[in-house]
């Protein structure tokens, strides 16, 4: 399989769960978190895009600009990118933050209505963006039509197209139908954006994979609106199950959820649960009564709690044989 490039929105997409309050500060910390993770392009900005902050869609706390400014100033390896809705976002917007470093523009429209989106992409290509056409709420629309609107986009001039279940509504059967439809049509890849409503958002990116693409979104903890987007540090885990091709760092991507994310959303009164250390038996294939023994081991012998649980699965313990992870802690504080 191609390398496959993510995406993660969770300062986009999940700004919805934070009203759009996210701030310059940590703005700037979750993007050097992302960027050390190693993902290929940051999506920043309003949850509705350029231009979105506005009574109708929300008040954002830093202006759009200020927040573009800040991440392109931060990432030193990933391409900072914005979402336009055409109607709500302009090409004098694109121009902007264009001239601050912004590298990709997703340009979003309703799956029927890829005409609208003529002037963004076409204009958007000329000034030197990477674009993306992103065809929201895919399944409300059969496959033929997808192809339809999805042919218009690269017409226009897109760098990739995206299949976006912008309600979470698609099974993998509908996902597969759209995403190898797409790929057999077009000339350009191929993306994936997932939501979380039916809980399938991992289950979805992965059948969107299997049926060719290879841009793919994620947002730290699911972050994201609705029941937020696949993961990024599950997702991370699962293509590494896969032995896909990707750039990313599942040990930073987990801290940058567990340790840069969740305080933040503490500040603003959301307390998201801890899913990152069942998502490390689960890559590892051990037992949940582990996990509390493999700190402790790791405490005594200051080593990461996450290479006991990797050395427990390459070993295959099995319940009963927590003991183990002590003598792994040690072995492992030797090398």
């Keep these: 399989m191609a390398n496959i490039k993510i995406t993660d929105t969770t300062l986009r997409d999940g700004s919805h769960s934070v009203t759009h309050q996210f701030s ?12 050390e ?6 999506e920043v900005g309003h949850g509705d895009g350029l231009q979105g902050s506005t009574c109708n869609y929300g008040f ?21 990118a914005v979402l336009l809705i055409p109607g709500i976002g302009t090409v004098p917007d694109l121009e902007k933050v264009h001239n601050l470093g912004a590298q990709v523009v997703r340009v979003a429209t309703h799956v029927t209505e890829a005409d609208i989106s003529a002037q963004h992409i076409i204009a958007a290509k000329q000034m030197g963006f990477f674009v993306v056409g992103f ?69 979805n990116s992965l059948a969107a994979l299997d049926a060719g693409a290879t841009y793919i979104d994620g947002s730290l903890g699911g972050l994201g609106a609705g029941a937020g987007n696949a993961a990024t540090e599950t997702l ?42 069942p998502l490390m038996l689960g890559y590892a294939g051990v037992y949940s009564s582990f996990m509390l023994h493999a700190k402790r081991a790791a405490k005594r ?21 927590e003991d183990w992870l002590y003598e792994i802690a040690e072995n492992i504080s030797k090398a």
């Design 24 to 35: 310059l500060d940590e703005i700037r910390r979750i993007t050097q978190a992302l960027d």
């Design 37 to 42: 993770t190693g993902i290929d392009i940051i």
């Design 60 to 80: 954002s706390k830093e202006s759009e600009l200020d927040m573009i400014r800040m991440a392109v100033k931060t990432a030193k390896k990933a391409q900072i």
């Design 135 to 203: 065809l929201m709420m895919a399944h409300r629309a059969p496959v033929d039509t997808v192809v339809t609107e999805a042919l218009k986009m690269e017409s226009y001039g897109a760098d990739v197209v995206y299949a976006t279940d912008s309600a979470g509504a698609m099974l993998p059967e509908d996902v597969r139908a759209r995403v190898s439809a797409l790929r057999a049509a077009l000339r350009v890849p191929v993306g994936f954006h997932a939501h979380n409503n039916l809980g399938l958002a991992i289950g």
């Design 236 to 277: 991370i885990a699962v293509l590494k199950r896969r032995e896909i091709s990707i750039n990313s760092n599942l040990y930073t991507a987990i801290d940058s959820c567990s340790q840069v994310l969740r305080p933040i959303l503490e500040g603003h009164g959301i307390h998201a649960p801890n899913m990152q250390d």
């Design 301 to 321: 012998f200051n080593v990461d709690y996450r290479d006991i649980i990797l050395e427990a699965g390459r070993r295959e313990a099995v319940g009963g044989q």
